[in-house]
């Protein structure tokens, strides 16, 4: 075989085995706890009012057989995104692995991504705020988190969840998935059959949330029944 028929090969086999990374929500385990949110928090350095990672609690049921459920939500890392659609400046992009990601050099502040946004997953922050009242100064903490964040995020831009990408490349999971003391997140590859993940969701009949929008997302939920 020429050496040049080897690469070849070799790149068709390399882009035909990229993993499409996804994940699995467990709400009979999830017993909304938050470590999740501050996990995220803590890892992405998210200003005040900001969660990549958020959950959401509602009542499920009739009275007096009624039940108090979380809902955890983050980007759904859609396989057709209305986000990346909208984007004037291709700032909104989609890797080989299927996260979406924002290029914050790119990204103009437009917000248009924020609102096309079906599952409300995305921030723009022109300022990072004190968690503390107004008149007092940044924490030192406040300014190391500060800084962080806009070396990672920017500022003024659009920003979301990536599944902690940096995590992620160098072999280890999303700070949410390490996180969870239920183990209700499993995090994987989905173009694998037999990953735990693609089990779990065939097993356990995982679905997405609002299939009707066509976004085709990238986070399965695992429904009480």
């Given amino acids: 075989m020429s050496k040049v028929a080897d690469k070849t090969e070799k790149k068709v086999r390399s882009e035909s ?24 928090k ?12 958020r959950v ?4 499920v049921g009739t009275y007096p057989n009624t039940v108090r459920q979380a809902l955890p939500m983050l980007c759904m890392q859609c396989e057709e995104p209305s986000c990346m659609e909208v984007c004037p400046t291709g700032a909104t992009q989609q890797m080989d692995d299927g ?32 968690y503390f009242p107004d008149g007092l100064d940044l924490t030192p903490l406040e ?25 992620i490349t160098d072999g280890d999971e999303p ?19 037999d990953s735990e993940i693609s089990i779990l969701i065939k097993k356990e009949r995982g679905q997405v949330l609002n299939p009707e929008f066509g976004n085709k997302p990238k986070v399965y939920y695992l429904f009480p029944r």
């Fill in 175 to 193: 700070a949410c998935v390490q996180a969870c003391p239920a183990k209700a997140r499993t995090f994987g590859d989905l173009s694998d059959p």
């Fill in 42 to 53: 803590t890892a992405n350095h998210t200003p005040p009012n900001v969660f990549w990672a």
């Fill in 99 to 130: 996260i979406v990601i924002v290029d914050k050099d790119k990204c103009m502040g437009c917000k248009y991504c924020v609102m096309a946004c079906p599952y409300g997953s995305r921030y723009s922050v022109e300022k990072w705020e004190s």
């Fill in 17 to 40: 085995t990229m993993p499409q990374f996804g994940m699995v929500i467990d709400l009979k385990r999830c017993y909304g706890c938050y470590s999740c949110s501050m996990a995220c």
């Fill in 143 to 167: 300014e190391f988190q500060k800084k962080a964040w806009e070396e990672k995020s920017g500022v003024g831009v659009a920003t979301k969840c990536d599944f902690c990408r940096e995590k």
């Fill in 56 to 59: 959401l609690m509602s009542e």
